[in-house]
C-alpha cells in the first residue's frame, strides 16, 4: 500500500505513479486513438460516409455498462475491504489473547515466551502463505518449535496453531489454567484460523469466470463501435474523445481487477507487512 | 469453476468458451437479426414508413429495466458469494475441530482416525447432498460407520453428524473431556448443520417467480419493438445495432440465472471438488 | 411459492399465471391506454393543439422514479430474503437440537419423543401465527401437552417454547444433562424465539407510510401526464407507448407490494409449509 | 405509526394526510410556482430573451442530485429499519429472557413478580428515554422498586438494569440458580443495554452535516435556476413543470429527514408504543 | 461534530458554515470560472470556432463519474457509521460492564473506584490515541495506576486494558468472582479491544490510492473540457455554468475526503469527546 495524502489534489492530478491506470493502459489508449485515426479517415476521407450518428445506442449501452462496471467496482473493494477487516481481526484477537495470557501467566514464565513467538509466527506465516508460500527459516525459534518443527507440515499456519493449541491444552492439564479460563480463551484461538480461511477464500475464488468474460467483451465492443458513428460528427477529434472514454472505461476495469485479490505487494494492496509489524510490536510490549 | 486470469484481456474478449454467454445466445442473436432484417425491409421496402423514431421510450425504459437487470446481477452475486462463504466455513470449521482434537486426543489414539473419517465423510456428502444425490458407497467406513449406517437416513449428512455428536458425546461421558472443552467443541459442531442448512437455502430458493417473469418479459417487449423505430433511421444497420443489445441485456439475465445455483458442476459454479480436497488434505495432515 | 425454472424463457415470456402482474394490471393498462386515446382525440383533433412535446421533463423525473423503484425492490427483496433466511435458520436449529438431544438422550426415552413433538408443534405454530392465527386443535398431543395446554396463551409458539425451556430445565435438575450440556444446549433454544421475533418484525412493519404514499403518487403523475405531450408527437401511437410505461413502472411497485410481507399463501410468498415438512421429516428421522 | 393497506391505490394516491409531503411541501410548492411564474414574464414579456434551453445541465446535475437523494433515502431507511431490528430484538429479549425464567423459578414465587415489573418498566423507561425523558411515576412500582428508587439516577434505564442484574446476582449468591444458568440468561442480559444503546446512537447522530447542507444548497440551485431555461421553450407551462420537479426532489428530502429518527410520535415513526403493550402482554402471559 | 436541525431549510441553504464545501472550494470555482471565461474568448472572439458541441460525450462520462462519485459517498459514509457504531459499542460495553461489576461487587469496595478509573481512563485514551496520542498527564489515577504505569508502553490503551484484565483475574484468583462470573464478564472485556482495532483500521485505511488518483483524475478531465464544447453554445452563460458543475462533483470527492476518517476534531468527525462524556457521567453513576 501507498501511503498518501487524499486532498492533495494537484499532486494526484498529475501523478504518473507506476501503479496509475493510465501507465498502465497508456500502450491500449495509443491503439485506440490510432484506431480510431484510421477510421475517421477510411469513412471521411475515402468513402465519405454520411449515414446518421448512433449515440443514441452508445447511451443505451453505455449505461448499462456503467452499471456493471460500478457492480464491479463493488464488489471488488467489498473483497478487498473485507480482506482488510480479517487482517484487522488478526491484530485484535492476538492483542486481546496476548492480554489474557498477560493476566493469567506468571511474568518472566517461560510460556510467555513461547505464546509470543508462536503468535508473531503465525501472522508472519499467514502474510507468507497468502503471497508465494512461507520460508520456514524466516520464522522465529522457541524451546521444541524449530525449522524442522514447522516444516512437518504443508500448511504451515495450521501447523503452529496445532502447537498454539497444544500449549494452551498443557496449561490447562497441568492446571495452569481453570476450564473457566479455557473458555474464555477460546474465541481468540478459533478465530486465528476463520480469518486466515476468510484471507484464502478472497484470495481463491476471482469474480465469476462469466462476469469476467462479459465485461471485457463488452469493453471492447462499446469501444471499437464507437467510432463508426463518432468521426462522422467529431472528424479527427474523435480521436481524443475516444481514446478518454476507453480510459475511462478500462480503467474501472483495472483497478477492480487489482484491488480484487489484495494480499500482494502490488501498490494498491492491503499493507499486510505494516500490520504484522504493529502486531509484533504490541506482542512484544505485551508478553 | 474455471481457473483463468483475469488480467489476460485479449484472451478473454476472443475467448469463445463453453460458458460464454455469447455462444449460448447465438440462436438468439442469429434470431433477433432475423426479425430485425424483415422488419427492416417491410417498413422501410413495402410500406416506406415514416413515422418519427421513438428512441426516446428505449430510453425511458431502458434505464429502469438496465437498473433491474443489476439488481438481478447483485443478488444472484451475493447467493453466489454467500454460497462461497458457506463452503470457507467449512474449511475454517473442519480445520478447527480437527485442531481442537489433535490438542485433546492422545496421539494415535482410534477417535483421531474416526473424527478424521467423519468430518471428511460430511464435507464429501455435503457437497453430493447439493448436487444429485449421496452415494453411499463412496463414502470413506471406518469401524461401526459403513455402508449399511450410512443408508439409515435419507438425509446422509444429518446421519454423519448425529454419529459425530454421538462420538463428542461419549468422549464426554468416559471422561475423555471435561464439560469445559465440550463447550469449546461445541461452536465448530453447530456450524457444520448452520453451513449445509444455508447451502440448501441458497439452492432451493431461487429469485421471486413474480421477478423472473417480469424481467424476461421487459427483455422481450423491450427488444422486439426496438426495430419498428430503428429500422426507419438506420435502416439495415439496425440488425447489428439490435442484436448486440439483445446480446448484452440478455446477458445479464442469463449469468445471473446461472451463477444464482452455485453448486453444481457448471464452469461458474462454485470450485466445492476443490474445496472438499482442500479440506480433506488438511484434516489427514492435522488429525 | 412456485415451482419454475428460471432458464425456460418463452414458457416465463408467454406465461398469463394467475400472479403474473400483468393480469393483474390488465384494468389499469386498459384505463391508462383509453385515457391516452382520449387525450391524443382532445389534443390532436379538437384543439389541433402543436405546443413543444416535454419529454426533457419526464426523462428527468424518469430517472428519480426509476432509481426510487429499484429501491423499493431492493427494500422488498431484502425483507423477503430475511424472512427465507429465518425460516432456513427454524431449519438449522431443530436440526442440531435434535442431534445434541439424540446424542444426549438414551434411546427410545420418552423424552425423545416429547421434544419431537414439541418442536414440530413450534413450527408448524409459527408458520399458522405468521398467517391467521393458530388452530390448537392441529397441533400433535404428547403427554401433558394437549388442546387444553396449547390453548391457555394466546401466544401459542410462546406457550410451546415455555414448554420446551421447561422439559429442558427438568432434565437438568434430574441431572440428566450437565451443566455443561444445558449451555450447549442454549444457543439453539434462544434462536427460535429471535427467529419467530423476526418474521413478525417483517410481517408488522411495512415500509413507511410516506415512501407508499409518495411513489404511488408519483407513478400517477408521471404516467397521467406523459400523454399530453406524447399524443402531439407520436399521435395514437401513444395509446401503446403509455400502456407499456405504465406497465412496467406499476408493475415493480405492485410485486414489491407482494413480496413485502413473503409469510401468506400467495404465489410469491416463501414455501413455509414446504419448510414446515422439511423439519417434520428430519426431526422424524433423527429423533 | 399510521396502518394503512399498501395495496389500495386510489385511496393512497388521493390521500392528503397529515404527513404527506405534498401538504408539508405546499407553500414551498405555491412559490417555486410564482416564482417561475415571475421569471416567465420577465423573461418572454419584458426581456423577450431568447437564447437557447440548458436542459443539457439539468440533465447532468440533476442525474447526481437523483443519486445523492437516493444515497440520503437509503440511509435513512437503514437507520429506521436498524431502530426497528432494535426494537424487534428487545421483544426477542424480553421474550426469552421470561422464558428461561419461567422455567428457572418456582411458580408463584415473588421473584416471577419482580423480574415481570422490571423488564416492562424497562422497555417502557427506554421507550421515553427515547422521546422526551421518563416521567418516573408512570413506572410501576414493586418491593423495594418504588419512585424513589428509579429517580435515583438520570439514566433511569440503567438504573433499572442495574436492579435486574443486581436481582440475577441475588438469585446466585442464594444458589437459586447455578453457575451454568447464570451464563444461560447473561446473552439477554446484555443484549437489552445494546438495544437501546443502538437507538441512542440512532437519535444522537444525524447523517453528517456537510450532506445535510450540500443537498439542500443543491436542490435549491437545481430548482431556481431550472425556470430560467425553461420558461423560454414552455412558456407558462413552464409553472407546473417546475412546481412538480420541486415536489418530487423535496418530497425526498423531505421523508428522509422524518424518518431519519425514527423514535417520536410522527405519522412515519417506528411503533414503539405499539412494541411495549407487546412485551407487556407477553410477558403477562408467560411471567 | 456540528449540532444543527436538518429541517432548517433555509439557514442550512445559506449557511456559508466553515466546514461548507462551497467555502472550501471558492478558490477553486473562481478558477474554473475564470478559465471557462478565458476559453469562451479564445474560442468566440478570437478564432472564431464553429464546431458541434460535445455534450453527448460529457453525458457519457458524466454518467460514469456520478455512480463513481456515489460509490465514493456510499464507502465514505459506511467507514463514518461504522466508526460510529464503534463508539456506540464502547458505550454499551462500558455500560454492560458497570452494571455487571456493579452487582458483583460490594458496595463501596476499593475495586469499583479502580475499575471506574480504568474504564473511563480507556475511553479517554482511546479517543486520544484515534488523534495525535495520548497524553498521560490527563489520565485519571488510582491506586498503582499513576503516571509512570500510564508511561510504560506506547500503546497507551493496551496499557490500561491490561490493568483491566489482570484486576479481573485477581478477583478471579482470589474466589471475589466465580468462573462462571469470569466467562460472563468476558465478552464486554474483548470488545474494548476489538472497538479500537476496528477504529484504528478505519483510520488507517484510506480507500484505495488508485481510487483516489483516479477520480480526481477523471474531474478534472470532465470539468477541463467541459468549456470547449460549451462556450460554443451558451457563450459567456457557460462560465456560472461549469462553475456550478465543478461545485457540485468536487463537493462530493471533498465531503467523502472529509468523512472517511471520522476520528479528529473536524466539523464532520464523529462527537468523541460527547461520548466520552456520556460514558463518564454513566460509569460514575452505575459504580
Redesign the interface.
Known amino acids: 500500500?501507498?501511503g498518501?495524502n487524499?486532498?492533495d489534489?494537484w499532486k494526484?492530478?498529475f501523478?504518473f505513479?507506476r501503479?496509475?491506470?493510465?501507465r498502465f493502459l497508456l500502450p491500449g489508449i495509443a491503439g485506440v486513438a490510432a484506431y480510431t485515426g484510421v477510421v475517421a479517415y477510411v469513412e471521411n476521407d475515402v468513402f465519405h460516409a454520411s449515414?446518421?450518428n448512433?449515440?443514441?445506442?452508445?447511451?443505451?449501452?453505455?449505461?448499462?455498462?456503467?452499471?456493471?462496471?460500478?457492480?464491479r467496482?463493488?464488489?471488488a473493494?467489498e473483497r478487498?475491504?473485507e480482506g482488510?477487516?480479517l487482517w484487522?481481526?488478526f491484530?485484535?484477537n492476538s492483542?486481546?489473547l496476548a492480554?489474557?495470557l498477560?493476566?493469567?501467566l506468571p511474568k518472566d514464565s517461560a510460556e510467555r515466551e513461547t505464546f509470543r513467538v508462536l503468535i508473531i509466527n503465525y501472522i508472519f506465516a499467514a502474510k507468507e502463505h497468502l503471497r508465494t508460500g512461507v520460508h520456514v527459516k524466516k520464522l522465529a525459534q522457541t524451546g521444541p518449535y524449530d525449522t524442522d518443527f514447522y516444516k512437518q507440515?504443508?500448511?504451515v499456519p495450521?501447523?503452529i496453531?496445532?502447537a498454539i493449541?497444544?500449549e494452551?491444552?498443557n496449561l490447562?492439564h497441568n492446571q495452569n489454567i481453570?476450564?473457566?479460563?479455557?473458555?474464555?480463551l477460546?474465541?481468540?484461538l478459533?478465530s486465528f484460523?476463520?480469518n486466515l480461511?476468510?484471507c484464502?477464500?478472497i484470495k481463491?475464488?476471482?469474480?465469476?469466470?462469466?462476469?469476467?468474460?462479459?465485461l471485457?467483451?463488452?469493453i471492447?465492443?462499446y469501444v471499437f463501435?464507437m467510432p463508426i458513428g463518432f468521426v462522422i460528427?467529431?472528424k479527427y477529434?474523435a480521436i481524443p474523445?475516444v481514446a478518454?472514454?476507453f480510459y475511462?472505461?478500462a480503467?474501472?476495469e483495472v483497478?477492480a481487477?487489482?484491488?480484487?485479490d489484495p494480499f500482494g505487494t502490488d501498490?494498491?494492496d492491503?499493507?499486510t507487512d505494516i500490520i504484522y509489524e504493529t502486531i509484533k510490536?504490541?506482542l512484544e510490549?505485551?508478553l
Open positions: 500500500m501507498i498518501y487524499p486532498k489534489w494526484l492530478i501523478a505513479h501503479s496509475d491506470t493510465f449515414f446518421k448512433t449515440t443514441v445506442v452508445h447511451s443505451l449501452v453505455g449505461f448499462v455498462l456503467s452499471m456493471l462496471l460500478v457492480f467496482t463493488n464488489t473493494y478487498w475491504w482488510r477487516k484487522g481481526s491484530v485484535n492483542r486481546n492480554l489474557k498477560h493476566a493469567i507440515k504443508k500448511h495450521n501447523q496453531m496445532g493449541y497444544q494452551i491444552n490447562y481453570t476450564g473457566d479460563q479455557l473458555i474464555v477460546n474465541s481468540e478459533q484460523t476463520d480461511g476468510g484464502e477464500r481463491r475464488t476471482p469474480i465469476p469466470y462469466a462476469y469476467s468474460l462479459f471485457k467483451k463488452v471492447f465492443l463501435t460528427e467529431f477529434w474523445i478518454i472514454i475511462v472505461f480503467s474501472i483497478i481487477e487489482e484491488i480484487e501498490a494498491n492491503l499493507p510490536d504490541n510490549e505485551i
